[in-house]
């Protein structure tokens, strides 16, 4: 489960922020200020941080610059009432990853903060590993039972993707969005072809298979 820590004063805004959070799978801590958020993060882990700017004793800008000159890079996801490009330029330079301007659609914060955290994801680890399976980001590169296998590039994202949450169900639509993006005009029977191509070339894994889920999506399952 990701461990997201808000730090917003407006306790409406951060209630609610927590409670779509929860509702959708992820553990929330609160911090109503910038230096409140600061001691927590610097005594426990937290996956991504929402943070607002205008807050009292340290202001989001202020936070996120202690972070990085920390050593830290959390994505930060920034929350603001302002919208002047200067402002959002000063949120980029202290070390923001994303920006987003009151008043929140929070369906669209959900988009955002998973896009952050697998961006992160990809960027921190570049290994997934499976049973003796090991998929290596960098090279494109599946080594298994002695082979070694180069993957084409949309193989290779779509099974890492699935081999990072075995057990876990992908819909097409999912899959397309993540893999190909989110404005891809590719058809998702591209998304069955792929498929395909990844079963007839571990078809004699030993460590994992991916199934169909009939009308719903595939997934991994360890074996």
């Not at 330029?89 to 994303?98: A, E, N, P, Q």
């Not at 298994?144 to 990072?164: A, H, R, T």
């Amino acid at each position: 489960m990701f461990r997201v820590l808000i730090a917003e004063d407006d306790m409406e805004l951060r209630t609610l922020f927590e409670r779509v959070l929860t509702k959708n799978g992820y553990s929330v801590t609160c911090a109503s200020n910038g230096k409140e958020a600061l001691s927590i993060i610097e005594s426990d882990y937290y996956d991504i941080v929402i943070s607002d700017i205008m807050m009292p004793e340290m202001d989001g800008y202020a936070f996120v610059r202690r972070l990085r000159d920390s050593g830290n890079n959390i994505p930060v996801l920034m929350i603001t009432a302002k919208d002047a490009f200067d402002d959002m330029r000063m949120g980029f330079i202290s070390g923001t990853d994303d920006y987003m301007v009151k008043p929140i659609n929070v369906n669209e914060m959900l988009i955002r903060v998973g896009a952050l955290l697998r961006r992160a994801k990809m960027i921190n680890e570049r290994r997934q590993t499976i049973g003796e399976t090991i998929l290596e980001s960098d090279t494109l590169t599946v080594r298994f039972d002695g082979q070694k296998l180069i993957l084409p590039q949309k193989e290779f994202m779509l099974l890492y993707k699935m081999v990072s949450f075995p057990g876990r169900i992908f819909t097409r639509q999912q899959i397309m969005d993540e893999v190909w993006g989110y404005e891809s005009e590719t058809d998702t029977h591209t998304v069955e072809v792929h498929i395909g191509r990844l079963r007839e070339k571990f078809r004699d894994n030993k460590d994992f298979k991916i199934v169909t889920m009939r009308g719903v999506g595939y997934k991994v399952v360890k074996l």
